[in-house]
């Protein structure tokens, strides 16, 4: 048989809906509700697991085949269902993330501010392999922040991020003509070097986003000030290296956090640890992070390529070198 007609019945028997499950191609969509499921203990009392992972953003993932919710989206759903459930009593918000957009994590910090405020009921953040920058800065609104002994944290601060096409254009003879109706109208602009005095305007809007992200961190660590002037240099930092200077309470892992959840919460040392997906999945355990959002990734059945997408524009709290993971 020709080995064309053979690549073709194998594709089609991939897709057959009976062979579905192995590879998600028919996951559930992002327009199905999230349901309960459990991922721990068996006692009386509920405390609600939420994972908050990748590029933080409020633009939907998008894939070839399915599409989900922005990591802003679905916290806020996740946050909708413990707020709703009179037997959820705190909440830990499991960690991943190297930061995102400044509008994207200020808004995920406003959320969660704004649960424990109509609610009173205690957040935990559990870190895991990277919680910087917007990642750290969601987790600032939690009673109690509990960083994986490999997490890496930190990298308080902005970052401006443009690419710059002007060099390429030159060598192959690309000139482009803008019409504007203000001097700084197309500041910014990738299509020719930044004049001095549009790099001192971009700087101003970096320290005032910078000086907005440091004000919150002394709101809710407190820091010596000669620590806060080492968490503004924006390098990252070990666990322990967060715990000495303060931006975290404890170094342990995720059951810890549910421990500590429950003391807050007054709720028994076995009470349920639930969490909200979409999809049931066999043998559902805290790691679990299928079905939460993941950051955009051009994909063609499951093949990662987001490398051909071209840099946008944008301030950004979050850590460059976490990005690539």
Known sequence: MPSRILAALALLFLLLPGCAPKIKIFASQ???PLKEYVVDGEGE????????????????????LRSQPS?????????????????VGAVVVA?????????????????????????????IAA?????????????????WIMAHPTTITGSVGVVFMRPKVSGLMDKVGVDM?????????????????????EKALFQAIIDDMAGRFYALVQEHRHLAPADLETVKTARVFTANQALSLG?????????????????????PEDSLVVTYRRDLYPDDNPYNT??????????LLGVDTSFLMPPRAGFCYVWEGGVTR
């Open 71 to 87: 990591p802003v989206q679905e916290l806020v759903n996740n946050l909708k269902l413990a707020e709703t459930d009179d037997q």
């Open 45 to 64: 009392g509920k405390v609600a697991l939420i994972h908050l992972r990748g590029f933080l953003t409020t633009q939907p993932a998008r894939g070839m």
């Open 290 to 299: 299928l079905d939460s959002a993941e950051p955009y990734k051009p994909n």
């Open 247 to 267: 931006l975290v309470d404890q170094v342990g892992y995720i059951q810890d956090a549910f421990a500590k959840a429950r003391s807050l919460a007054g709720l």
């Open 127 to 143: 870190m895991f392999d990277v919680a910087a920058s917007g990642g750290y800065y969601a987790a600032l609104p939690a009673d």
């Open 95 to 123: 960690i991943d993330s190297p930061g995102g957009t400044a509008t994207a994590s200020d808004v995920i910090y406003h959320e969660l501010t704004a649960f424990k405020e109509r609610t009173g009921k205690p957040v």
């Open 30 to 32: 992002a327009t199905e």
């Open 177 to 197: 003509e803008v019409s504007k109706s203000g001097r700084d109208k197309d500041m910014g602009s990738p299509f020719r070097p930044s004049t001095d005095e």
